[in-house]
């Protein structure tokens, strides 16, 4: 259990110290006034640091490290 818990962070790391963010676009109503709707598509952006993803690379191969003595 703890192997696998400890390779999926260290892909979750390598991920995110290839890719920093993610952006995705939302569409919200401006004017809403009764059969007149008028909406606009607003970009959104989620970053992360870097350092994030060296942390969870840096923990993943710690658990899977000391899986590998226990067993």
Not at 27 to 48: E, H, L, M, R, Y
């Amino acid at each position: 259990m703890n192997r696998t818990v400890g390779l999926v962070l260290i892909m979750v790391g390598v991920i995110m110290l290839i890719w920093t963010g993610f952006s995705y676009t939302k569409k919200t109503k401006i004017i809403d006034a009764g059969p007149i709707q008028v909406s606009a598509d607003k970009k959104q952006t989620v970053n992360w640091p870097p350092y994030l993803g060296g942390i969870l690379l840096i923990g993943g191969i710690a658990i899977v490290a000391s899986s590998k003595k226990n067993v």
